[in-house]
């Protein structure tokens, strides 16, 4: 098995560091330990930690107000999906016409990057409140719903951050690979579709699903335009009982919904890193 | 002879810096032109200027015959007409070696797909790293990802081959199985515009010569005659430092 016979003092360094491995597990275990203990003490040894128990953790609310705050969550998944499209489309093509050099895409350019400071400096909420009580308000023929508004908000409040996410990484890919491209023969656009634009979402691709998970949690923000969202569900519920066990029932879905989304990027990022370095060959 | 490319009185400014003084060369169909001289002499910016990577400030460079440097000139038809090899091989890392080869002939001049594959096979299996095609290029050595760099440029059949510095960044084991590239390539009749700082690859591969001192070319001539009898002082003081630091 062994490729040679190790010798006392390797074989003594290495008794050594498994000692030291088990120590350190044993430390950290205790550590843990202890402060779990604390805080658990510190939390239900408040003067105050029944009245909470019962209006935050409550089993029996939580049970009943499930079914219509897992009904709510079901359109901020579908609201999610759209917005989180929209916003990624949005976001690259705004990045790619602001990297454009040339005089005649200079309205184009100025457009996209007034865009970009506008709405990466308003609020979301103001956004959602001027596209869905602000745009019926006009009366137009064929104005969408309060729910189609409110994502139109989001996507383009989204758009911009994502867009400063893509131009960063479009910056990050050295410009000798485009003088490589670009010396073969291929034109801009064919530089930009298959050379650094790939490069360039690989490398965002956790930022990218940073920018996804805050969205999803904004998603519950349409609540404020109307739609019966997660959160307005659990609102309701409460107001009802007024027992905040629904939110907090509406919070833990909302990190449920969270931890997939961070799993499926963290392997794509590995897989990714993993194949062009070569480590692993299948 | 024709002159595949022609430089007349060429310069290039960068800011303050004037790091091509009116510098004319020909290189001839057939012919290897080697450019030495120290860093920031003006070889590789003369490179990129041929190859309109760098707007020329003033002059004229003729592809044959035709003028490369009128702003009416298609850039990406010129480039496609002329192979360029860097220094760091820039080789597209998230494309396997096959994909970055066949990147050109597929996207610019649309040859069909399995076309444009047994070609770079061909050619791949020729310089013996047929094996490596699906490999990404991290995993190959410096050596094998110049030899994959300079197959890339091959394969839009340049009228002209570009080499800046190929060897510059390798270990010196792997200068060889380059340079044994570039010999290969001479036999085979390509045009090639050098750019090395290697004399001993100068004296063997090239047809002429050229020391560039300053953004000016000071002489050309024969390999012989330039690196054995430099006419120039400057030629000559340059040459001594070479030798003194051991690269001839």
Known sequence: MDLFEKSPVQREREAYRRRQTILSVAVAAVSTGVVGVLLLAGITGAPGWKRVRESFFDLHTARAALPAVLDGLWL??????????????????????????????????????????????????????????GVPG?????????????????VLTYGAYIAEVFRA??????????????????????TMRHVVLPQAVRRVAPPLLNDLVAMQKDVGLISLAGPVDAIRAAQIQTSVSYDYTPYIVAGVLFVLLAIPLVAVTDWVTVRAARRQSGEVTL | MTAVLSVAGVHKVFGERHVLRGVSLDVAEHEVVALIGASGSGKSTL?????????????VIRLDGEDVTDPRADPDRVRRRIGMVFQAFNLFPHMTVLANVTLAPRRVHR?????????AMALLGRIGLADLAGAYPDRLSGGQQQRVAIVRALMNTPRLLLLDEVTSALDPELVGEVLALVRELRGDGMTMLLATHEMGFARQVADRVCFLDGGALVEQGPPEQVLGDPREPRTRQFLARVIASGRL
């Open chain 2, 47 to 59: 490179l990129r200027c041929v190859n309109l990577l760098e707007p020329v400030d003033d002059g």
């Open chain 1, 138 to 154: 006009l009366r137009l023929s064929g104005t969408p719903s309060v729910l189609v508004l409110g994502g139109a908000a989001l």
């Open chain 2, 111 to 119: 040859v069909p797909p399995a076309e444009a594959r047994d070609r």
């Open chain 1, 76 to 133: 901020n998944i579908e609201l999610l999906v759209f917005c989180a499209v929209g916003a990624l489309v949005l976001g690259l093509g705004i990045a790619s016409l602001r990297t454009l050099r040339r005089p005649v895409f200079f309205p184009l350019r100025a457009l996209a990057n007034g865009y970009t400071y506008t709405f990466r400096g308003l609020p979301l909420i103001i956004t959602i409140y001027v596209f869905a009580f």
């Open chain 1, 169 to 190: 990484g479009i910056e990050s890919v050295h410009p000798s690979q485009r003088a490589a491209a670009r010396s073969l023969g291929l034109t801009y656009r064919q």
